[in-house]
């Protein structure tokens, strides 16, 4: 069974008297060790479903279900601390902590804490290769690195699905080119389901799969 799915997932917005559909109806699977890359234009609704799949929003219709367990109104913050992880365009670091107390924190609302939380905050801040950068903040460390971090935190607690919005899109090529294959590894390696939301190109070089959404629809 798919470690991630959905069955037609609709998702709808009212703005004044009218409903917006956003959503049309997609079903969607993702296998552990699997990496999606979720493409299309702006406004088709790649990060309303991205949203969705990581437990911000619920659809309007349609059901996901992550681990074997349906998703509801009432599991979301369980289900999101439990089996997801999240890397950012913006990096989204608290810029008063260091490196390593950016993922420590991370896996404090997990419930991790004290030791615990140590430990697996440095093992995956060397399993992205910072361990010489764990004490620094991240005004003193570049786009790549702030990025590496962002890996780590959503590393962090061993959720078993990943789910990135635009990681490149802050990242000059090589750089980029670094982090992807940063990705590849890592899911391959602990066989994490990774999905990236992307306009990169680049992304289809890592993944195994390519799923395009138009106008609300995956085609």
């Given amino acids: 069974m798919s470690i991630l799915h959905t069955r037609n997932v609709q998702k709808h917005f009212t703005e ?3 409903t917006v559909p956003v959503l049309r109806g997609i079903d969607f699977d993702v296998e552990r060790g699997e990496i999606v890359s979720l493409e299309g234009p702006s406004g088709s609704g790649k990060t309303t479903f991205l949203s969705i799949l990581g437990c911000i929003l619920t659809p309007t219709r349609g ?13 979301l913050a369980t289900i999101r601390r439990r089996s997801l992880g999240f890397v950012f365009q913006q990096f989204n670091l ?29 093992r995956v801040i060397d399993a992205v290769g910072l361990g010489d950068r764990q004490s620094f903040l991240p005004r003193d460390l570049s786009g790549g690195q702030k990025q ?19 990681p490149t899109a802050n990242l000059d090529s090589a750089v980029g080119t670094q982090v992807l294959e940063m990705f590849r590894a890592l899911a391959k390696q602990e066989n994490r ?14 993944a195994d799969r390519v799923a395009k ?7």
């Fill in 16 to 18: 004044g008297r009218e």
């Fill in 148 to 166: 590496r971090v962002a890996i780590a935190r959503a590393l962090a607690g061993n959720a078993p699905i990943l789910l990135a919005d635009e």
């Fill in 94 to 122: 608290f810029p008063s902590l260091t490196a390593l107390e950016n993922v420590e924190y991370a896996l404090n609302v997990k419930g991790v804490r004290g030791r615990g939380a140590r430990i697996e905050a440095q």
């Fill in 63 to 75: 059901e996901v279900v992550i681990e074997g367990e349906q998703v509801a109104e009432k599991n």
């Fill in 193 to 206: 389901a990774l999905v990236i939301v992307t306009h990169d190109p680049k992304v289809r070089t890592i």
């Fill in 213 to 219: 959404i138009q106008d609300g629809a995956l085609i």
